[in-house]
């Protein structure tokens, strides 16, 4: 299975390499070249020698994501710091490439849900935090 992240933050990383840990076939998609040291930190070998892949083009950019694998992804996880970014490339991943699993970071609660009716599987780590606090609250 084909997994391509867009985003190697702390989320994007992190996932990435517990994909790759777990068997899958991972891509990572980042307009920042260093961001790839997050891949390889506290790794025995480099994230290419461990059968990773890491892209440096922006999202946004057609040409980018066909590089990096969009058109034999079977999951696509959205995980940049923007939640406008996130929509697009989740939409496009969806709309115009098929990818049968596709994820997307969303930190507005309001645009998650919305996004979320529409078909995007949605994480909101916003509505997350509302809900355990709501709940951590209410059973003092």
């Not at 998609?29 to 790839?36: G, R, Y």
Request: glycine share 8%; with cysteine; aromatic share 4%.
């Amino acid at each position: 299975m084909l997994i391509l992240i867009v985003g190697c933050g702390r989320v994007g990383s992190a996932v990435a390499k517990r994909a790759l840990d777990a068997g899958h076939t991972v891509s990572v998609l980042d307009s920042d070249p260093l961001s790839h040291e997050r891949l390889d930190k506290e790794q025995s070998t480099t994230w290419e020698d461990a059968g990773g892949r890491f892209t440096v083009g922006t999202a946004l950019e057609i040409d980018a994501l066909l590089e990096a694998g969009v058109e034999d992804a079977d999951v696509f996880i959205a995980a940049t710091s923007g939640d406008n970014t996130n929509l697009v490339i989740a939409q496009i991943a969806q709309r115009r490439f098929n990818v049968p699993r596709v994820v997307v970071r969303v930190a507005d609660p309001g645009r998650a849900a919305w996004y979320g009716e529409q078909g995007l599987l949605t994480i909101c780590p916003t509505q997350q935090a509302i809900d355990q606090a709501s709940a951590m609250a209410l059973s003092s």
